[in-house]
């Protein structure tokens, strides 16, 4: 495969997972900022936009407003949803002679019908809707695509996506200290409370809802499970074929931060959570890196610089 073509369906499955989790993300925390008055709307509003890595703007008394025009709308926002499905939508279009017509058509219809102004009162609405559009997309990879090697660049990139989003969803949780949303709550963003009831058949606790979204091995969304697929997607297109230790450094990476998560106490864990997910995102970030530099090599462009005279 061209490593143009292996660029762009991992891209494609990062964008679309990227626009799922943040519209997640944003309908946890703007209904938490509409149902809690006690909320300093402008301190959470500007750790919201730092923890998403948008830029925060220098004015004072910032609004769900401006969270939501920057995060959900604005298109030359690299850590918006808008931005992330048109630019799904455009390495479809790099990729065509490989990804699915139907992948193609539902991504340029929802690139069509992405609006561009939202009133706060619709927010649930619109969030519903792109989560709505990336899981179709997703649908239409998992039931209608070969286990090769483009469902593996394309399951490789929602993978590694998948974690940065749960780690980051995680540490919303400490953005308004005890005002923070509730476990429930984040469960119930995560499309993972009915499977957690029907595990630990109880009221989530903090121990238990962070254990079951860090660490189990069954929950397509938990951190543990999501970067346990990335190596694994990653050993399938590669083959090991050393016999001693792991030579890809992406690998590495991966299976060094799993192996953190994995044996360390979730009480360990939870008093730290911040700085544990902040560790999580540098990881994932790294893994990223080193996959582009593995298989998605940039060489410079040949220039002519004519013939002497």
């Not at 479809?92 to 019908?113: D, Q």
């Not at 190596?231 to 590495?252: K, Y």
Request: aromatic share 8%; charged share 25%; hydrophobic share 40%.
């Amino acid at each position: 495969m061209l490593s143009r073509i292996a660029e762009s369906l991992f891209w494609i499955g990062r964008y679309i997972e990227r626009s799922d989790g943040t519209a997640r993300i944003l309908d946890v925390h703007l209904q938490l900022l509409l149902e809690d008055p006690w909320i300093e709307e402008n301190l959470a509003c500007r750790s919201l936009l730092q923890l998403m890595g948008s830029e925060v703007p220098r004015q004072q008394g910032l609004t769900r407003q401006d969270v939501l025009a920057s995060l959900a709308i604005d298109r030359n926002n690299a850590a918006s949803i808008a931005f992330s499905l048109e630019s799904a939508r455009e390495n479809a279009r790099r990729a065509r002679e490989i990804v699915p017509t139907e992948l193609w058509e539902c991504l340029n219809t929802t690139k069509v019908r992405m609006p561009r102004r939202v009133a706060i009162e619709k927010t649930h609405d619109y969030f519903a809707w792109v989560r709505e559009r990336a899981a179709l997309a997703v649908g239409i990879v998992e039931s209608g695509s070969s286990r090769d090697e483009a469902w593996h660049f394309f399951t490789l990139g929602r993978s590694l996506e998948q974690a940065d989003m749960t780690a980051r969803l995680l540490s919303t949780r400490s953005l308004t200290q005890d005002s923070g949303p509730s476990w429930t709550t984040i469960l119930r963003s995560c499309g993972a409370y009915e499977s957690y009831l029907r595990t630990y058949r109880g009221v989530p606790s903090a121990h238990n809802a962070a254990e079951y979204l860090l660490l189990d091995r069954l929950f397509p969304r938990s951190i543990l499970y999501s970067v346990s697929r990335a190596e694994q997607c990653l050993r399938e297109m590669e083959p090991r074929t050393d016999r001693i230790g792991v030579s890809d450094r992406a690998q590495r990476i991966l299976g060094r931060i799993r192996s953190q998560l994995e044996y360390r106490p979730v009480a360990d864990v939870l008093v730290e959570l911040p700085d544990q997910m902040e560790v999580v995102q540098k990881a994932i970030s790294t893994a990223s890196e080193a996959i582009a530099e593995r298989y998605f090599p940039t060489h410079a462009t040949p220039t002519w610089t004519g013939e002497a005279s």
